[in-house]
């Protein structure tokens, strides 16, 4: 061993001791890809991006938001709206109890307004937490009132998805808000709106087929992945896996289907110069 | 209410017997022209598209193609459409709004191709364009589901000022085996899946998800042209804000509809 990496690993043990005095209380986590421990508030202060391999964490939607906006600028709208499980579906209002204890959010979806160096937006956010991040009734209904509240307020909309798809459990209810809610973003572009869909892994099904491919500008975190149908179901159909790579933001940005990859942490930053050029 | 159940009416929706997309041209247009082609990359055959006559009305028609026979059915990939067919679609849809024809469509399709070349070619993109443009087209629109009227590779021909079901059609968020396998972790128990998933046209009617049910039998397509010449006649009076506006509400109150 180099004397060099001697000093590294001396290192990082003095910074696990100095976390652990400062964080004894939290919640511990451990990366799933290199599976290095961090105590939660690590996680949150590095916006889920694992200081040791560097691998993306989902991003509670609250925290999300944190990141993006001006600090305390962000007061959440349409907060009320829940679904009504259409379908009555065997087992469904208990896993929504479930995940709403998870999460401490009413349904998938975080709506609301703030600042991005002053700069007023509408924003709203995907959690993959609850339930997959799947749209159902309720995340349909709160996009479509997001939009249609930047529309009458003329501010800049801006998304951020992540998604597993359609919300099984509401059926064609679900479907159905994939046309709600490209009919809204569809009359809010032609009224000159901006909207800037921010996709995130993963970013998939009824979503990534609806609103979050329609931005007039589409961002992609990197390796993300973004699909219609979903890399196990494309496997069964053609019978082989599937190449490295394949359906991940990069992919998508060499096909042509999204403007720009963004670094997590550049993202508030990119959004800013974005914003100063639709005045 | 229903004589067969979910899943004899899916079975019922896929068989090979029901009228396919020519059969509804032949018996409800006259002079049909086949337009091809996306103008981007190709010619997907899982979608036909043209214009036609309808009465006296000149009329954009656009549907699934899924084949009767096997060698079809190989040719047209069973009715599952690549984004070039989607885009072809929705070219033919531009071209209708272009000048003022009303276009019908005629949904028959298991789901939307799930392939390596789809995924490449943007998917999502045009499935997401589609129902963008139809949602705003400043021409009428009617949408039939005459047989599997499956996820969003059905909704990307049906957001339409209208949409009607056949008797025996279904209409669903993807397949109930895919369902099945996705909720239950059992392919197989897609007939419990097509109770609970609420896909026949008598359960949508009821939830205010479809506005017509077209009965089946000999006189099907003798309803299908009343009902038609009725609603386009009704829909083409109406001016294009109107027009538009309506149909943003349809589908804005979608879920308070069973309120
Ligand atoms: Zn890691």
Known sequence: MLLNDIFSQRKIMWNRMAQKRKRGQEKIKACPKCKMEYYSGEWKENQYICPSCHAYMPVPAKERVAYILDENSFKELFAQIITKDPLDFDGYEEKLQLNQRKTGMQDAFLAGVGKIENRKVAIGVLDGRFLMGSMGTAVGEKIVCLTEYAKKKNLPLIIFSASGGARMQEGLFSLMQMAKTATAIEQFKQKGGLFISCLTNPTTGGVSASYASLGDIILAEPGALICFAGPRVIEQTIGQTLPEGFQRAEFLLEHGMIDCIVERKDFRDTLSSILQMHL | ?259
């Open chain 2, 1 to 259: 209410m229903q004589t067969a159940s979910s899943y004899e009416k899916v079975l019922l929706a896929r068989s090979k017997d029901r009228p396919g997309i020519y059969d509804y041209i032949r018996t409800l247009f006259d002079g049909f022209i086949e337009f091809h082609g996306d103008r981007l990359y190709r010619d997907d055959p899982s979608i036909v598209g043209g214009i036609a006559m309808f009465h006296d009305i000149p009329v954009t028609v656009i549907g699934h193609h899924k084949g009767k026979t096997t060698e079809e059915q190989i040719a047209y990939n069973f009715g599952m459409t690549s984004p070039e067919g989607y885009r072809k679609a929705r070219r033919l849809m531009v071209q209708a709004e272009k000048f003022g024809r009303p276009v019908i469509t005629f949904i028959d399709t298991p789901g939307a191709y799930p392939g390596m070349e789809a995924e490449s070619n943007g998917q999502s993109n045009a499935i997401a364009e589609n129902l963008a443009f139809m949602s705003a087209m400043q021409t009428p629109s009617i949408a039939i589901i005459t047989g599997e009227g499956s996820s969003g590779g059905a909704l990307a021909l049906a957001v339409s000022d209208r949409v009607w079901m056949l008797e025996n059609a279904v209409y669903s968020i993807l397949s109930p085996e895919g369902f099945a396998s996705i909720l239950y972790k059992d392919a197989k128990r897609a007939s419990e899946a097509s109770d609970a998933m609420k896909l026949t046209a008598q359960d949508l009617k009821q939830f205010g998800l479809i506005d017509a049910i077209i009965p089946e039998g000999k006189k099907m397509f003798l309803a299908l042209d009343s009902m038609l010449l009725r609603e386009l006649n009704r829909l083409m009076k109406m001016n294009k804000t109107a027009l538009v506006e309506a149909r943003y509400q349809k589908f804005r109150e979608i879920d308070h509809m069973n309120d």
